[in-house]
Structures are given as C-alpha cells and as structure tokens.
C-alpha cells in the first residue's frame, strides 16, 4: 500500500518573527520519526533552537510555548529600550 502522507502527524506555524514551530508525534499505529506518542505526547522545535522538545503533554506544551513566547517578547523589548 503506497502512503503519500508524513511518516508523522505534524502542524507547523509561524510566529510573529516569521520562524516556524512544529509539532510532530507518530501515527496512530506508532509508526513514525517523532517521539510524540498519538493522543498523548508531541515533539516541539522552535526554528533557531538546537533541539526540540521531547515527549510533552497538551499542558507542558502550552506552558512551554507560552514561556517561549513571553521571554522572546521581553528579549524583543528590553533591546528596543536599550537603543
């Protein structure tokens, strides 16, 4: 059976800046190159990031980005007052 798909499910978006953030786990069968488990878990990467995040939760993922987000914010604007 041919299987023109990801060998992964994946979602990326972008933020503000442009960089992409994905999201990966396996199939639902647990095949896949992602340490996301289906239903459970994904793996994040952040473009620019050395290495994505493994194995977290729906909850660990929001607070992770959130974080992320929120501490780029303040990066962005401390650098702006610095000027």
Same mark, same amino acid.
């Not at 023109?4 to 800046?17: A, Y």
């Not at 896949?32 to 340490?35: V, Y």
């Not at 303040?74 to 000027?83: A, I, P, Q, V």
């Given at each position: 059976?041919?299987?023109?798909?990801?060998?992964?499910?994946?979602?990326?978006?972008?933020?503000?800046?442009?960089?992409?953030?994905s999201? !990966?786990?396996?199939? =639902?069968?647990?095949t896949?190159?992602?340490?996301g =488990?289906?239903?459970?878990t994904?793996? !994040?990467? !952040?473009?620019g990031?050395?290495?994505p995040?493994?194995h977290?939760?729906?909850?660990e993922?929001?607070?992770?980005?959130?974080?992320?987000?929120?501490?780029?914010w303040?990066?962005?604007?401390?650098?702006?007052?610095?000027?």
């Open positions: 059976m041919s299987n023109d798909r990801l060998p992964h499910n994946q979602i990326v978006l972008s933020l503000e800046d442009g960089r992409e953030v999201l !990966i786990q396996k199939q =639902t069968d647990g896949g190159n992602a340490s =488990t289906y239903g459970k994904v793996e !994040i990467w !952040i473009e990031q050395p290495e995040v493994h977290v939760n729906l909850t993922a929001m607070v992770y980005l959130n974080a992320y987000v929120e501490q780029r303040k990066w962005e604007l401390n650098k702006k007052e610095n000027k």
